[in-house]
């Protein structure tokens, strides 16, 4: 440009695929780090928000165990392929869930504590424990586990993190919010089905 001005790079940021991004990371560009985990934090803060049960947080609380997930994630960034948008925020989830669970089991054997529950919300019930019930997150999981890899995304996506069906077509490639609709409908009568079979 004549005046020596740089064109401001917002514009492209905002538009960076999460796949853009890893590549990135991986090249070694720490920009990119932070503007993926700008990008995912808030959606996995809701998520977490009131799943490790407060007898578990001695010394960790959500938000540290939100923090140390992503890190566990990005020192993974390497074997990690992301075939759609929302393959990755799975991914984070899963690692985080994960995270939870080691948690309560820390918790657990720490002396003089009481028991604690398998359930994963504290009082105050999760997303997924107010749709589906905290005696069925279990059943949940598993079933979850039998849909396809875009099915899988696609109901996390809409269930656990509320996006919109166009959010949800972005993220997945999907031609529209309609077909994003169809793959949340099928993902979500399979994952049904597969409950009902199991009781």
């Not at 990008?39 to 490790?52: D, E, K, Q, T, V």
């Not at 759609?84 to 869930?97: N, P, S, V």
């Not at 105050?124 to 849909?147: C, D, H, K, N, S």
Request: glycine residues 6%; contains cysteine; neutral net charge.
């Amino acid at each position: 440009m004549p005046d020596g001005h740089t064109p401001d790079p917002a514009p492209r940021r905002a538009t960076e695929s999460t796949a853009t991004l890893l590549e990135l990371i991986r090249a070694g560009d720490p920009a990119a780090t932070e503007r993926l985990v700008n990008r995912c934090l808030p959606a996995l803060r809701r998520w977490a928000h009131g799943r490790l049960p407060w007898k578990a947080r001695g010394m960790v609380d959500t938000d540290d165990l939100v923090q140390v997930s992503v890190l566990r994630a990005l020192e993974q960034v390497g074997r990690f392929e992301p075939h759609r948008e929302g393959a990755f925020l799975a991914y984070l989830r899963r690692i985080l869930l994960n995270s939870v669970r080691d948690e309560i089991r820390r918790a657990r054997r720490r002396p003089g504590s009481e028991e604690l529950s398998d359930d994963l919300a504290d009082t105050a019930p999760g997303v997924i424990e107010q749709v589906i019930g905290r005696e069925t997150v279990e059943a949940y999981e598993a079933a979850l586990a039998t849909l396809t890899e875009i099915q899988q995304e696609a109901v996390i996506l809409r269930v656990e993190f509320g996006y919109s069906f166009l959010e949800i077509a972005a993220a997945l490639g999907s031609p529209s919010a309609n077909a994003a609709r169809m793959t949340v409908a099928r993902g979500l009568v399979r994952l049904a089905e597969v409950m009902n079979a199991r009781r």
